[in-house]
């Protein structure tokens, strides 16, 4: 896989691109805008970046009532911060009131690393999965961003989209068609499938060759929306291999995980399944990768998984 | 400590400061150099807390609302005796509890912080059962100024004002800058001093990097009985390395090895004429 740059780049890039063709587009930040790599945005078109101050609840209610006027708005702040301190303002003036507000959450899971729990959003697809009206994309690669961005700018709801600051590699191939609500089958196995999400994805893609050399088919869904769930995508993934894995950038509870768990259920479908994502402790400290490899969220870490799950699975 | 010896550790504690966050290869450079004096004042002068005491319910509770100036508190508290300074050489490494932010964690350390506009909320809380117990200490809150805009701040200032919590110092770290540019260019926050009196509280200004001046307006506290009082700290943010003063820049930037010794070799010799005049 090629790597590419950062998804924040890329999503930056993007805007930017969708505001110099419509004055109607709106970014808002919350002294964000270095962070959101959104500087040659405001030196480009001042008139469409509003800054509302380290204020984040401020920042979704003033969204919401431009949103109210036509204006397409793209509210830009951490994603810890856009998603645990500005939760009400979710919740009711952006998709209770039915504000086609574009929320972006950037530096997202831990991608902030050792700046502590306060910086990481381990909670954000929990709590906004539990919200009506709301769908919630993680994009793996560049492409998934650029695609996510100039759907949320057509899309008629309210909508969430997180991502981090790495540079990514490209998953991808050009051919690719993006659709908010379908998953994205990156390589099919009979053994195990990867239900993966966000900058977890080309983990789980590596850990398919890893897999490979060990005699294991291995495949990878990129399940870039949480919400709507592609239960379609899902159902195939479980009748084609003997076992499933999700791996997502946020806590093991209320997120991609156990989304999977419950729409397998729920259709009388019991397959083997392992939830991979940060544990539910006081999190280690460390880089973005260190987290990952502490916990599993590697090539070898994952195929590892795999592994036990279907030595389990064949003892049955 | 008198106020020769606050200034030279005021030095020592940029040197560490510095040190510390180009060896984690991470860190709020320009926040912490703003605001160490004022917790040297507070740690060594000020404040009743020490290793000894930390779990006596009346020592006094001092709340870094502004959390990404840890490694300003992690230094001045290594000082204080709570753990080795060798430990901080762990800051931000793999399974270190010295995180880029302030856990308890971390001996010393009294609330987790590191989002912005949540201090003050739990320093009233911590001066209110000291009205409720009868007990005498103090709490000390330290805010950033373009953190005011968050506005738990405000709400929190309102019930300060209403249960007449004389016993809580809130310290604005005033240095004019946040991370997008000068609060001014951002959101404009002044008049700062008619607001938080509008809010109920006894303001005092002074020079927030000047420990003379600290001193003597924290020894004023209760500026006035059943208000609680508020201290706008004038500083300037990077103080004391030239080229780090008051560029937006450094907010979060790590000094290289040829900036760190640029920086300690200006804090040496500024720490040898401090000398010469106190010999
Ligand atoms: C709720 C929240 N929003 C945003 C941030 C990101 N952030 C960290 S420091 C900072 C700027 C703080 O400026 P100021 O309060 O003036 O601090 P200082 O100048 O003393 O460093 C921002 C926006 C945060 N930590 N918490
Ligand atoms: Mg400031």
């Known amino acids: ?316 | 400590m008198n106020e020769r010896e606050l200034r030279l550790k005021s030095i020592e504690y940029r040197k560490t400061i510095l040190t510390i966050i180009h060896h984690a290869n991470a860190g709020h450079t320009g926040g912490s150099l703003s605001c160490v004096d004022i917790l040297n004042v507070l740690y060594n002068h000020v404040m009743n807390i020490s290793p000894q005491n930390f779990d006596d319910p009346n020592r006094d509770r001092y709340v870094q609302s502004k959390g990404h100036a840890v490694e300003a508190l992690y230094t001045v508290l290594a000082d204080k005796g709570f753990y080795s300074p060798a430990e901080l050489k762990t800051l931000n490494r793999y399974q270190s509890h010295f995180i880029g932010h302030p856990t308890r964690k971390v001996p010393g350390v009294e609330q987790n912080t590191g989002a912005l506009g949540h201090g003050l909320s739990v320093a009233v809380g911590m001066a209110l059962a000291g009205k409720l117990d009868g007990r005498r200490y103090r709490v000390y809150t330290l805010l950033g100024d373009g953190e005011l805009t968050e506005g738990s701040s405000w709400e929190a200032s309102m019930t300060a004002a209403h249960y007449k919590l004389d016993n809580l110092i809130v310290i604005i770290d005033r240095n004019g800058l946040q991370i997008t540019g000068p609060t001014e260019q951002v959101v404009a926050l002044e008049s700062l001093k008619d607001k938080f009196e509008a809010f109920g509280y006894a303001v005092r200004s002074c020079n927030g990097n000047d420990v003379g001046d600290l001193l003597r307006t924290l020894e004023q506290v209760p500026f006035e009985p059943g208000k609680p009082n508020l201290i706008l700290a004038n500083t300037v943010k990077g103080k004391g390395v030239s080229f780090i003063e008051n560029q937006i820049g450094w907010h979060h930037k790590v000094p290289t090895a040829e900036e760190l010794a640029r920086a300690l070799a200006e804090l040496e010799q500024a720490q040898a004429e401090l000398e010469k005049v106190m010999a």
């Open chain 1, 1 to 316: 896989m090629e790597l590419g740059r950062p998804n924040l780049e890329e999503f930056a890039a993007t805007l930017l691109e969708l505001a110099h063709r419509d004055r109607n587009v709106l970014v808002l930040t919350s002294d964000s805008r270095g962070s959101g790599k959104l500087v040659p945005f405001a030196s480009a078109l001042p008139d469409q970046i509003i800054e509302v101050g380290i204020a984040e609840q401020n920042l979704v209610g003033i969204a919401a009532g431009l949103a109210s006027a036509g204006k397409k708005v793209f509210a830009v702040s951490p994603a810890c911060f856009l998603t645990a301190r500005a939760f009400e303002q979710i919740k009711n003036d952006v998709a209770y009131s039915d504000r086609p507000v574009k929320l972006i959450g950037i530096s997202a899971g831990v991608s902030y690393g050792a700046l502590g729990s306060t910086h990481h959003s381990l909670h954000d697809f929990a709590a906004l999965r539990a919200v009506n009206n709301l769908d919630i994309l993680a994009p793996a690669d560049n492409f998934e961003t650029r695609e996510a961005i100039r759907a949320a700018y057509h899309h008629p709801r309210p909508i969430y989209i997180r991502f981090g600051k790495q540079p990514m590699p490209h998953v991808h191939t050009p051919d690719t068609r993006f659709e908010v609500g379908r998953a994205i089958t990156l390589r099919s196995g009979t053994d195990v499938t990867f239900i993966a999400t966000g900058e977890t994805v080309p983990r789980a893609v590596q850990a398919c060759d890893v897999l490979a050399e060990r005699g294991i088919s291995a495949g990878t869904i990129s399940m870039h929306t949480i919400k709507p769930l592609d239960e379609e995508a899902l159902l195939i993934a479980a009748q084609t291999s003997r076992a499933l894995i999700t791996v997502e950038e946020h806590s093991v509870y209320g997120g991609l995980g156990e989304a999977c768990a419950a729409a397998l259920m729920q259709r009388g479908v019991f397959k083997p399944l392992r939830i991979v994502g940060i544990p539910d402790e006081y999190t280690v400290t460390g880089s973005q990768a260190e987290i990952f490899a502490h916990y599993g969220i590697t090539p070898e870490g994952l195929a590892i998984t795999a592994q036990k799950l279907l030595a389990v699975e064949s003892v049955r």
